[in-house]
C-alpha cells in the first residue's frame, strides 16, 4: 500500500470572496458576546462581536481614505493587542495587504523584511522598532476607528493576495510568503479535524499574534465559529498561564512545546472547564505530553504544518493520535510521502510528506519566487506513514543525520533523553571532529552539566547503537528562532572538541 491518502473533496472556493467577510460574517455569535479578552495579570480587556465588527470595518474605513490602491502593503509593527487583529482584518476588509511582523525585531531586522514586501504604509505602536527610510507611518486609533462608518469589506478573486506573513526562518533567513483569500477556507477541516473547537469554547493561545499557529488557532478560526479567544497580554510569563487558565474558564489551551514545559515548573490549579489542550510548532516530547495529561487530566492534540500550508495532518478529540505520531491526515486534504524520485514510498517507508497544489490552504508563492508547480508541494519534513494512515514526524529533511550509512531522525534521538532529571532540552545534530568524520552529538540544557556516563546509559537503554550520541555537550540555551523552534544547524559552529 502506498504513502498517498485523499479525503477531498478541498472546501469549496466561491467565484469571490473576501477573508474578512468569511471571518466575520460566518460567526452566528450574539453581538455582546466577548470575541477577544486580553488577560492582564489584574483585569480583563474586552471586545465583543458587535464592538470587534465596527472596529474592523471602522478601521478599514480609515485606510481606504489614505489614498492607498487595493494590493498595497501595510507593515505591522504592532504588540499582542486588540490592535494587531484590528489592523490585520481591517486591512483585508479594505482591499489591502496587511504584513505582520514580530514587535521584538531590531531595526536591521525590520529594516531588511521591509526591503522585501515593500510596504506602502506602516502602522506602528511607541517604542517598536521602525524600518529605515521614509515611509509613511500612523499609530493604531480604536477610538477614531470605531467612530468610522464601516466599509463593507471588498470582495475579490479567491486568488488575490490577502496577506504576507514571513516563516519562522529554522535557516537563519526568513522569508516572506504570500497567501490568497482562499487560504481562510482551508482552515475548515482544523475545527474538527484537530481543535475540536465550538461556538461555546474559550480558546486561550499563549503565543504571539505574529505567528500563523496563534492568528489562525488563536483569533481567526475562534472567531468564524463564533467563540471567545482569549489572549495573555504582553508580557505574561508562562508561570502565569495556569492563573490565568483558570481565571479566563478557558476550555481549549493551544501553545508551542517550550511553553508546556515552562509552565509545567509551576503548579496547576484545578481547571475544570479545560477540555483538551492543542500543540504545534514543533514536536511534542512525550514526558512533556505525559506530565500535562497528569497535571491537568487533560489530553493534547498535536499538529503538523508550516508558515506555507498551515496544518494538514493532526490528532483530535474524535480520533486521538496514536502514540509516538503526529496523527492523521485531515478531511479535505490530499497528502503523499514522496520518495527521490517524486513517487509516493511504500508505507512503513520514509519519505518527504507533500501537499496537493489544488489545496486552498497552500500559499501564493515565496515573494521573489514562482508560485509552486506540479502535482505536489514538497514540504522538507521527513515522515513514516503507518497502514491505518496515522503518521509519525520525523524531522526536517536537511536535519536528518547519516550515522554510519543509516539515515537517523534527530526526533527520535532527542526522545530518547526526554524526563532525564536535570535535563531541560536537547537537540541532537551532526559533528565534524576531524576532517571526513561526522558523529551524532546531543547538545543539551540544564542548570549544570549532567555526566557523560549518565547520558550514555539512557541511550544505550533506549536506542540502536548506529543512533547513540557519539559526544554530549552542556550549552547555556539551544539556539532557537523567535517561535521557541530549535535551530539545528547553528549547533554544529558551537561544538567543542572534547580535551585530549
Known amino acids: 500500500m502506498l ?13 469571490a470572496m473576501n477573508l474578512t467577510a468569511h471571518v466575520l460574517g460566518r460567526a452566528r455569535a450574539p453581538d455582546e458576546k466577548p470575541a477577544l479578552v486580553i488577560l492582564h495579570s489584574d483585569r480583563d480587556e474586552t471586545l465583543t462581536y458587535a464592538r470587534l465588527q465596527a472596529l474592523v470595518l471602522g478601521c478599514a474605513r480609515h485606510l481606504f481614505t489614505l489614498g492607498l490602491a ?9 504588540g499582542n493587542g486588540p490592535a494587531f487583529p484590528i489592523v490585520f482584518l481591517g486591512a483585508i476588509a479594505a482591499g489591502l495587504v496587511p504584513v505582520p511582523t514580530s514587535a521584538a525585531l531590531t531595526v536591521a531586522e525590520i529594516t531588511r523584511l521591509a526591503g522585501l514586501v515593500g510596504p506602502r504604509l506602516i502602522v506602528a505602536e511607541p517604542g517598536i522598532a521602525l524600518p529605515q527610510g521614509e515611509i509613511a507611518t500612523i499609530a493604531p486609533d480604536l477610538a477614531l476607528w470605531e467612530a468610522m462608518p464601516p466599509l463593507p469589506p471588498v470582495a475579490a478573486d479567491p486568488e488575490t493576495e490577502a496577506y504576507v506573513i514571513f516563516t519562522s526562518g529554522t535557516s537563519g533567513r526568513p522569508a516572506a510568503v504570500s497567501h490568497a483569500h482562499r487560504a481562510i477556507l482551508a482552515r475548515q477541516p482544523m475545527h474538527q479535524g484537530w481543535e475540536g473547537l465550538t461556538p461555546e469554547d474559550r480558546l486561550l493561545h499563549a503565543g504571539a499574534m505574529n505567528w500563523t499557529y496563534t492568528l489562525g488557532t488563536g483569533l481567526l478560526d475562534p472567531w468564524t465559529v463564533g467563540a471567545t479567544a482569549l489572549i495573555p497580554a504582553p ?43 492543542l500543540s504545534a510548532g514543533e514536536g511534542l516530547p512525550p514526558a512533556t505530553r505525559a506530565a500535562w495529561e497528569d497535571a491537568t487530566g487533560t489530553r493534547v492534540h498535536e499538529a503538523l504544518g508550516m508558515t506555507e500550508i498551515s496544518t494538514y495532518l493532526s490528532g483530535s478529540p474524535a480520533r486521538p493520535a496514536l502514540p509516538g505520531s503526529v496523527g492523521y491526515v485531515q478531511p479535505g486534504r490530499h497528502v503523499a510521502l514522496l520518495g527521490e524520485d517524486g513517487q509516493p514510498v ?27 508547480q506540479g502535482p505536489w508541494f514538497r514540504t522538507g519534513d521527513m515522515a513514516i506513514m503507518a497502514a491505518d494512515g496515522a503518521v509519525t514526524h520525523l524531522g526536517r529533511k536537511d536535519d536528518l ?41 546531543l547538545f543539551y540544557e540544564a542548570p549544570c552539566e549532567i555526566g557523560d556516563a549518565l547520558l550514555r546509559r539512557r541511550a544505550e537503554s533506549a536506542l540502536a547503537r548506529w543512533k547513540q550520541p557519539r559526544h554530549y555537550q552542556h550549552i547555556p540555551a539551544l539556539p532557537r528562532t523567535a517561535t521557541g523552534k530549535v535551530i539545528r544547524r547553528a549547533l554544529g559552529p558551537l561544538y567543542a572538541r572534547p580535551a585530549t
Not at 496547576?268 to 479545560?274: N, V
Not at 518527504?352 to 519566487?369: F, I, N, S
Open 346 to 372: 511504500t508505507r512503513g517507508a520514509q519519505g518527504e510528506l507533500a501537499v496537493a497544489t489544488t489545496d486552498p490552504g497552500l500559499m501564493r508563492g515565496y515573494l521573489g519566487a514562482p508560485a509552486p
Open 70 to 78: 487595493p494590493g498595497d502593503r501595510i507593515l505591522m509593527r504592532l
Open 3 to 15: 504513502s498517498v491518502i485523499d479525503t477531498r473533496p478541498h472546501p469549496p472556493v466561491p467565484p
Open 235 to 277: 508580557g505574561t510569563p508562562p508561570a502565569a498561564l495556569p492563573t490565568l487558565l483558570a481565571r479566563g474558564a478557558a476550555t481549549i489551551f493551544a501553545a508551542a512545546p517550550g511553553v508546556f514545559r515552562q509552565m509545567l515548573r509551576a503548579p496547576i490549579p484545578a481547571l475544570p472547564r479545560m477540555r483538551h489542550a
Open 401 to 441: 543525520l547519516n550515522a554510519g550509512g543509516f539515515r537517523v531522525s534527530p526526533v527520535e534521538v532527542e526522545a530518547a533523553f526526554e524526563g532525564l532529571p536535570g535535563l531541560l532540552a536537547c537537540a541532537a545534530t551532526e559533528v565534524e571532529p576531524a576532517p571526513g568524520t561526522k558523529i551524532i552529538a
